[in-house]
């Protein structure tokens, strides 16, 4: 394979392509990959893609790669969660990443368009740096809290040190409710888009907004003993699988999970039980759903499936709901591959977290 297969199309294109072949290695890069990388394009032909991406990102990428290969389908990359892309002088930024597949005469490709993530999104950018800035100050708070602990004995902090403790707890506090605040304005917001009566949309937000405060609740044990995956998703079900009888069978497998894991996964979780109810395996009296783990040590991945069964014949929607686009986003925050397969017997979905994050 050429450049000229690429070239006239892509030149044209706003992103900067880069096209990579089942190697790895660098087919082609159009001239928008110097002002936003530093390469020359003819620079990067034949390199490994690998030089545009940090080093901490390689092993997770390389299997990313190697997945796209075998389930090929476009996706997006970097849109809700902070991917870093590298330049040629060593400096990063953050990015995302669209990846498309090419069957081309030499076999499949990979076309990768790359953007400037924060100059597409200034105003999230400086929301980020205040997050940011709140992380280093609670980390501050712990850091001193720690020594002084040490020094003196938690009964012995002075008074002023206590004062700001409690200052900066309550500062901790508030940001956490304007976050919860926006989460709650955003699914309400997409989800009154997408109904087409007030009543429904009245069920979709309460559905959704029960689910975040299982997730709080299972949080706030987090802080004190471990979580388990399987106590996680028969919080996250048991609305639904009280409906449906016991119809849905989890695998009795203990995997803890970290803190981080636990919103994105229980949201999604109940994203699919409500599909069932309504459209899926538990909107008869005969469907079933199976939720299975397997974890793959060799390449630090749990893989979650839930498959349906017996339920009325689906066909993949013409459209992507906010629904599924939910269960993508969710996804993205645990830097997971998702898959959706509309089956004749039933929806597969499938999900495959590193192990480094679920257990973080």
């Not at 986003?329 to 977290?353: F, K, N, P, T």
Request: aromatic content about 6%.
């Amino acid at each position: 394979m050429n450049d000229v297969s690429f070239g006239d199309f892509y030149e044209a294109s706003p992103d900067a392509v880069v096209v990579i072949d089942q190697t790895g290695n660098v087919l082609f890069a159009n001239r928008r990959v110097e002002p936003l990388l530093g390469y020359v394009p003819q620079e990067l032909v034949g390199r490994p893609h690998s030089v545009l991406l940090p080093a901490r990102y390689h092993d997770t990428h390389t299997a990313h790669i190697r997945r796209f290969m075998i389930d090929p389908e476009p996706r997006m990359m970097g849109t809700e969660l902070d991917l870093y892309a590298r330049r040629k002088d060593g400096s990063e930024f953050k990015t995302e990443i669209s990846l498309s597949p090419y069957a081309a005469p030499d076999g499949l490709v990979v076309i990768a368009a790359m953007r400037d993530r924060e100059a597409l999104h200034p105003i999230r950018s400086v929301l980020e740096s205040d997050v940011d800035a709140l992380k280093d100050m609670l980390a501050q708070v712990r850091h001193d809290f720690d020594r002084v602990r040490a020094q003196a004995g938690i009964a012995a902090i002075e008074h002023e040190s206590a004062q700001r403790l409690q200052r900066l707890m309550i500062e901790d506090l508030h940001h956490r409710i304007k976050n919860i605040f926006a989460m709650v304005i955003g699914i309400t917001s997409q989800t009154l888009r997408t109904v087409d009566t007030l009543e429904q949309g009245r069920v979709a937000i309460s559905s959704r907004l029960i689910a975040m405060a299982k997730a709080q609740d299972l949080l706030l044990r987090a802080n004190e003993s471990s979580t388990g995956l399987v106590d996680l998703i028969s919080a996250a079900i048991e609305p639904y699988d009280s409906q449906g009888a016991g119809r849905i069978m989890v695998q009795d497998t203990h995997i803890e999970i970290g803190p981080e894991a636990i919103m994105p996964l229980t949201m999604s979780f109940n994203e699919l039980s409500t599909n069932a109810v309504k459209y899926g395996a538990l909107s008869n009296e005969t469907g079933r759903v199976d939720i299975t783990f397997m974890v793959d040590e060799a390449n630090q991945l749990c893989s979650l499936t839930w498959t349906e069964t017996g339920g009325p014949t689906v066909q993949e929607p013409v459209q992507r709901g906010f629904g599924r686009r939910l269960l993508g986003a969710l996804a993205a925050q645990l830097h997971g591959d998702v898959r959706m397969r509309y089956e004749s017997a039933g929806l597969v979905y499938q999900l495959d977290i590193p192990l480094a994050l679920i257990r973080s």
